[in-house]
């Protein structure tokens, strides 16, 4: 069965950025063939020898303020059916906000495995003194990285390709 790592978390976090630079590499090489647009949401990566397809949600999210939990539902609930591993993405720049525990809430009810993925954390403070903020989510390890330098990528990958 194909591994997929599903990219979930609200608007900003980085989730387009961290799927850019999962899919990288293979990218390149079929934008090179076929001229295909950045935007599509779907990508294929390798790491240590498995290979998984990556799928950015955040093109999923539709509606207006008042049906935003149900477009956080259908967003998650897409990711938790087709999904192996689930990378959860908050943000070091601006903490833990409301609208990350609306998405924790959701995803505390799945059986997936979910990774919280601490993102923008390229300075000392980010890294060491916001990203653990995000243990008080209670959904284990935090990964802080940084998905446009890709520091902690290669220690959250190792931790992805666990689950396959
Ligand atoms: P999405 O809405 O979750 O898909 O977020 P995007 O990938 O579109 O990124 C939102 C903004 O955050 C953009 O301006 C990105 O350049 C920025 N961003 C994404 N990842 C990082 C990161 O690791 N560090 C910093 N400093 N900015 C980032
Ligand atoms: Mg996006």
């Known amino acids: 069965m194909a591994n997929i790592v599903a990219i979930v978390g609200r608007p900003n976090v980085g989730k387009s950025t961290l799927f850019n630079r999962l899919v990288e590499q293979r990218m390149a090489i079929t934008d090179n063939e076929s001229g295909v647009t950045r935007d599509r949401h779907y990508g294929e990566s390798v790491w240590t020898e498995k290979y998984f397809t990556v799928i950015d949600t955040g093109g999923y999210v539709v509606g207006s303020e008042d049906t935003f939990e149900g477009a956080i ?5 897409m990711a938790l059916d087709e999904a192996t591993v689930v990378l959860f993405v908050v943000d070091t720049m601006t903490g833990l906000i409301d609208l990350d525990n609306d ?5 505390r009810r799945s059986k997936k495995p979910i990774i919280v ?9 980010r890294q060491s003194l916001v990203a653990p903020e995000f243990y008080s989510l209670g959904m284990g390890e935090v990964f802080p990285i ?3 330098d890709g520091s902690g990528t290669g220690e959250l990958l190792d931790e992805v390709v666990k689950h396959f």
Not at 103 to 107: E, T
């Open 146 to 148: 940084s998905s446009t």
């Open 117 to 125: 993925v601490a993102n923008k954390a390229e300075t000392f403070e």
């Open 73 to 77: 539902r259908d967003q998650v609930a």
């Open 103 to 107: 998405f924790a809430n959701v995803l």
